[in-house]
């Protein structure tokens, strides 16, 4: 006998959702700019928070009332998730457009006919890689800008009321980001309109809304991507928004609709 027919026949070809896995795995690892992209957010949101914190403690003595009794100390902390979602979104969108942009696509599809196992696990081993990074860098940042604040005594520690939501929160709304980027990036096929239609989203959707009238405002503004998701980095509940758990519900609810969307068009699309 030999070795050819002593494999099983299901062990020899058969595509399975967790070879299809593995192999997304294999390509995200091998990718430099899979790197080069983690470590811009990593850095971004413990430098960021880490220089955040530092400034708002020297100038404590100088702040105005008001901000002192809005302060945050754990908000000030993870400030840098505002500009880590950004490279943490590129990342996403390069994930699935790269491979547009270079013809690999053809033969993802191929070696996957039934196409949506493709989609699944670019986007699950995303938001896994995602999460890991950013929690971990959430953690470090939050751990930093303590550090920082603790020369003006205005620290707080991760087991107040709160705060260790809003630190795992950080690393969760990212990870969410990260889909929603994978999800354009299939959906529209293009790099540059996936990180348009992003950073759309995300930046400039919450300014068009400040145009509208009050009333609606506080309406409409609470269910808008990003300000649902960001309620979860929030100690405090703000004004005029969800529950942080409620509108992170939403926010997971948008990024379903984008993968929603973008398995649709991967399987009426020749390509």
């Not at 790197?35 to 957010?41: D, K, P, S």
Request: proline share 5%; net charge positive; hydrophobic share 55%.
């Amino acid at each position: 006998m030999t070795t050819a027919t002593a494999i099983p026949e299901a062990g020899r070809g058969h595509v399975t959702q967790l070879r299809v896995i593995r192999s997304e795995w294999i390509k995200l690892r091998s990718l430099r700019s899979t790197l080069f992209t983690l470590l811009a957010a990593v850095v971004a949101m413990t430098g960021l928070g880490f220089l955040f914190s530092y400034f708002t403690a020297v100038r404590w003595d100088r702040l105005p009332p008001e901000e002192r009794l809005a302060f945050d100390p754990t908000l000030v902390s993870l400030r840098g998730f505002f500009l880590a979602q950004l490279a943490v979104g590129v990342l996403g969108v390069l994930v699935v457009s790269g491979e547009y942009a270079t013809g690999m696509i053809r033969a993802s599809l191929s070696a996957v006919p039934r196409r949506l196992p493709v989609l699944w696990a670019k986007a699950l081993v995303y938001a896994a890689v995602a999460w890991g990074a950013m929690t971990t860098a959430a953690l470090g940042a939050f751990l930093l800008g303590q550090f920082a604040l603790s020369g003006a005594h205005r620290g707080t520690s991760l087991s107040s009321p709160g705060v260790l939501r809003a630190v795992l929160g950080a690393g969760l709304y990212l990870t969410v980001v990260g889909v929603i980027g994978v999800a354009l990036g299939a959906l529209i096929r293009s790099t540059a309109g996936g990180i348009a239609t992003l950073f759309g989203v995300l930046l400039v959707l919450p300014l068009l809304a400040q145009a509208l009238p009050s009333s609606w405002l506080d309406t409409v503004n609470p269910y808008l991507p990003s300000t649902a998701g960001q309620g979860l980095v929030h100690v405090q509940q703000q004004p005029h928004t969800l529950a942080p758990w409620t509108g992170f519900a939403v926010f997971c609810l948008y990024a379903l609709l984008a993968l929603a969307g973008a398995g649709v068009a991967l399987r009426r699309r020749d390509t």
